[in-house]
């Protein structure tokens, strides 16, 4: 299930973390990839530990934490401190799938990486290239979104950032751990609950269609889910 959702970020919390970024360090993308990734990975970090990864990373948490869209789409338990990247002119990223369990910084916590998501930082005609490419059973799905616009995918994906050939290419990127484990099941949810608000845009919420409907919903996550 590939989602993408619109305006995670206000245009002012955009600004915000690109001056932050402009005026920060950045290091070899390859110090935070597996053995094999590093091998096809071609970008620039900011380290976790910086002061300024952390401030920004709370911003783009409050963001989720205001978000439906997110909340319906990935059911989080857990997400990892959101990181930020950069692609550079020439610089890539390969063909691979994430790791499958993550340390959360400072805590020690390990994190089943269920969803993987981009938030773009860079409006589109600011670069060529660096495109995010999904690879799934239903295809092969190439994303560049608007700036302070995010994608959420399965982490089981194949995916490949295609080469920067102008400008430079900024984004947020982390994972979460879904309280559903299994994509098909956290897909169906997320269809069930988009039926459920256009019910109710037509219906009262004591409507008896509305109210077994949302039982339903809440009863598969109750038996779903894992915690």
Do not use: C
Request: aromatic share 8%; glycine share 6%.
């Amino acid at each position: 299930m590939l989602i993408t959702i619109p305006d995670v970020l206000t245009k002012e919390e955009v600004a915000y973390i690109r001056q932050v970024l402009e005026n920060t360090q950045w290091v070899d993308g390859r110090t935070t990839a597996g053995e094999q990734a590093a091998l096809v990975k071609k970008n620039l970090q900011v380290p976790v530990d910086a002061p300024a990864a952390q401030e920004l990373s709370q911003i783009v948490m409050r963001a989720l934490g205001r978000n439906p869209t997110f909340s319906s789409a990935a059911l989080p338990l857990h997400v990892l401190p959101p990181m930020f990247n950069r692609y550079d002119e020439g610089m890539t990223f390969g063909a691979h799938v994430d790791g499958s369990i993550r340390v959360v910084p400072g805590a020690g916590m390990r994190l089943r990486t269920d969803v993987s998501s981009t938030l773009f930082l860079t409006p589109p005609e600011d670069y060529d290239g660096g495109e995010l490419v999904v690879h799934d059973t239903y295809g092969t799905h190439s994303v560049k979104l608007p700036a302070g616009h995010m994608v959420v995918y399965p982490a089981t994906s194949m995916h490949s950032v295609t080469p920067v050939t102008r400008g430079s290419r900024w984004a947020s990127f982390f994972w979460t751990q879904s309280m559903i484990k299994d994509d098909w099941r956290r897909h169906m949810l997320y269809d069930l609950d988009m039926s459920i608000i256009q019910v109710r845009q037509t219906m009262p919420d004591d409507h008896p269609a509305v109210v077994g409907l949302t039982a339903h919903y809440h009863n598969l996550i109750r038996h779903w889910s894992e915690l």
